[in-house]
Nanobody, 123 residues
Framework: HVQLVESGGGSVPVGGSLRLSCVSS?????????MGWFLQAPGKEREGVAT??????QYANFVKGRFTISKDSALNTLYLQMDSLEPEDAAMYYC??????????????????WGLGTQVTVL
């Protein structure tokens, strides 16, 4: 049974930085499954932010150059470093695990394990 728990959200000024963390209850998922970060703003659809499998990463256009996804398999932890935050980045951020190692795109139907989210506010 896989459990994902996000942390690190908070309130920051425009241009500020945050680092989100996602701890998995099972470590092997990081080496055999694509891991992703998603966001959802009030009244809007959830959308993909970034994914990682091994050393391969993928970023949504609106965060490319500002956000960095990484992982520490020894700590069973996924990270999202967010720099140069903009008001449009304010949302609930979710960590999720895809069904397998395939990572291209952000098909939510193929992600079956989700955390409960961590809130990011940009003032």
């Amino acid at each position: 049974h896989v459990q994902l728990v996000e942390s690190g959200g908070g309130s920051v000024p425009v241009g500020g930085s945050l680092r989100l963390s996602c701890v998995s209850s099972v470590g092997y998922v990081f080496s055999s499954h694509c891991m992703g970060w998603f966001l959802q703003a009030p009244g809007k659809e959830r959308e993909g932010v970034a994914t990682i499998i091994g050393s391969d990463t993928q970023y949504a256009n609106f965060v490319k150059g500002r956000f960095t996804i990484s992982k520490d398999s020894a700590l069973n932890t996924l990270y999202l470093q967010m720099d140069s935050l903009e008001p449009e980045d304010a949302a609930m951020y979710y960590c999720a695990r895809r069904d397998g190692p395939y990572c291209l795109g952000y098909s939510e139907a193929e992600y079956h394990y989700w955390g409960l989210g961590t809130q990011v506010t940009v003032l």
